[in-house]
């Protein structure tokens, strides 16, 4: 599986099943999950990379996420919104 730092996944397993997410990090099983909104980047989703797909050819801004700013989850609300828009089109 080619998912990387700042790749937008979709879950495809658990209660979040469905649902949008960028990558904050990943190693050799796991990826770590954030939305913004109640996985923000001070506490992401572990999960495995079996119940991950990628959604969007859209990739958030790695060094975005390494900053670990205030602003950034407000920014990956944003653009999760924006590929939830252009997955319905």
Known sequence: MNIKKGDIVTATAGKERGQKFVVLSRDT???YLVDGKR????KPK???LKHVQKASKIE???KKL???QQN?????RKILKESVCQSKM
Request: charge should be neutral.
């Open 72 to 76: 950034v989850n407000a920014e990956i």
């Open 39 to 42: 996985l923000q980047l001070n």
């Open 46 to 48: 572990k999960k495995s």
């Open 29 to 31: 099983k796991y990826c």
């Open 60 to 62: 958030f801004d790695i």
């Open 66 to 68: 390494e900053s670990g």
